[in-house]
């Protein structure tokens, strides 16, 4: 079975601060991983996906990841929020039948001006 | 953006009343699937579809059907709405299903509150 932790409900940082959102996997399998984003009242928007091609990925507006399997981490982090930041932000993994995601209970990043 | 239109994007109903979500798609996609988001569970599928009249349930299925007669349309139907369907519906497409050489995208949601 595979399921997805992220570590925190909430997270605020002051704009111009790094962010570091948690995510941690538990997987029988070499797991594929995803961070999406979804803006308030808004669809999920596709941040950074870990292929197994490389262990730090990046993303779209500064965001990176990285895969760290003896951790089985995939904390998302970002050198300095902006006030655009703010958002929900979903942790997924997919397995490996059965056509699905599994989705994280997701983050809420706050921005302090 | 992908071309996804979800419809509606906000109903009020009462329980025990049928009640249909559209999702149509532009892009002509193989795949697409219905979520449903609540507090504290992310999102989780419903049901999905891989071409047209072909569908299979996902984590959530009970209490839903779809239904997909062209491979631009996914409907999601609630035959007898109960208070517990009162959540956030999001639609999604993908060309070749969930791998991570591909992506999915999502629409912008349907609010349902059953009343």
């Known amino acids: 079975a595979q399921s997805v932790t992220q570590l925190d409900s909430h997270v605020s940082v002051s704009e111009g601060t790094p962010v570091l959102l948690r995510c941690n996997y538990s997987s029988s399998y070499s797991p594929s991983l995803f961070w999406y984003v979804q803006h308030p009242n808004k669809g999920l928007q596709l941040l950074l996906k870990y292929t197994s091609a490389a262990t730090l990925v990046k993303g779209i507006n500064g965001f990176e990841a990285e895969f760290k399997k003896s951790e089985t981490s995939f904390h998302l982090t970002k050198p300095s929020a902006h006030m655009s930041d703010a958002a929900e932000y979903f942790c997924v993994v997919i397995l490996p039948y059965g056509q699905n995601f599994v989705f994280g209970p997701g983050t809420r990043l706050s921005v302090l001006p | 953006d992908a071309g996804i239109t979800q419809s509606p994007r906000h109903k009020v109903t009462e329980t025990g009343t049928p009640v249909t979500l559209r999702c149509h798609q532009t892009e002509n996609h193989r795949y697409m699937y219905w979520y449903r988001q609540d507090p504290g569970h992310g999102l989780r599928l419903i049901h999905y579809?891989?071409?047209?009249?072909?569908?299979d349930k996902g984590e959530v299925s009970d209490g839903y059907s779809v239904s997909r007669s062209k491979t631009e349309d996914f409907l999601l139907t609630l035959e007898s709405a109960t208070s517990s369907q009162t959540s956030v519906y999001f639609c999604a497409i993908s060309e070749s299903g969930v791998t991570s050489r591909n992506t999915i995208y999502f629409g912008e949601g349907s609010w349902l509150t059953v009343v």
């Open positions: 579809s891989y071409g047209v009249k072909d569908t």
